[in-house]
């Protein structure tokens, strides 16, 4: 099962977000996720949003994210990263831009946030690799969306939100990951949010899940380095 790592790019300062990044593969992620900040970071939680406007205000020129993580790539090759980014973003930055960063820095996948149809289309057309969003609530709309992606991710919630409601048979991880591959989804299933603890790994990979997405949890521990790595390393243990 794969480790992936959080990386608020930007924050504390962009330099000190690539050295981090840099600290997450040398700990033991297997991959990392780095978000691009976005002018209203409405759909995260108070922590990762708070990461995301410091990071803006103290560098609101988007090329300067794209040429950073860009360099990141090049000098970590073998980096299996993925780029999270909201819609308006992208739009800001401009599509042709933005494929021309995506395809030359290698990234694996592209997580989209508040992405449109239109804007969806353009991307899986260009031969972008996305991901499909899904939750506790096992939508038969979200379903069918993650069955019509061709190649990318799943994403699965796997801490239900409090306003979710459950589809009966699916109150657990595992039994989430069951229903999705009974009803047809091949593609890898990553689960997230609020996994912190290697615990709540080892549950996640004897689910049958893919990989993890690590967060906040690790952002928290950015002024403790020795501790930052120690906790990776032990995560990584836990997918073992």
């Known amino acids: 099962m794969n480790l992936i790592g959080y990386l608020s790019c930007g924050y504390p300062s962009l330099e000190e977000s690539m050295r981090f990044a840099g600290i997450y593969l040398e700990a ?7 978000s691009i900040p976005p002018v209203d970071p409405k ?4 922590h990762i949003a708070a990461s995301m406007r ?22 970590n090759p073998a980096a299996y990263t993925m780029n999270l980014i909201y819609g308006e973003t992208l739009r800001l930055i401009g599509i042709e831009k933005y494929l021309e960063f995506y395809f030359a820095s290698g990234m694996a996948h592209l997580l989209g946030v508040n992405f449109d149809a239109e804007l969806t289309a353009e991307m899986e057309q260009a031969g972008v690799s996305m991901s499909a969003t899904i939750d506790f609530g096992m939508t038969e709309s979200r379903i069918q969306n993650a069955l019509r992606l061709k190649k990318g991710l799943i994403y699965l919630a796997a801490t239900p939100a409090p306003t979710t409601i459950i589809r009966e048979g699916c109150d657990t991880t595992k039994k989430c990951i069951e229903y999705l591959r009974n009803r047809g989804i091949t593609l890898p299933i990553y689960c997230g949010v609020g ?21 906040g949890s690790l952002l928290n521990q950015y002024d403790d380095e020795k501790g930052l790595f120690t906790t990776i390393q032990e995560l990584k243990k836990a997918t073992k």
């Open 195 to 215: 996994i912190r603890t290697p615990e709540q790994v080892s549950e996640m990979k004897s689910a049958g899940a893919d990989g993890g997405f690590i967060g």
């Open 54 to 75: 410091v990071a803006l205000s103290k560098c609101s020129d988007y090329n300067l994210y794209l040429e950073s993580i860009q360099s990141f790539q090049k000098q």
């Open 28 to 34: 033991g992620c297997d991959g990392i996720e780095m």
């Open 43 to 46: 759909y995260e939680p108070d």
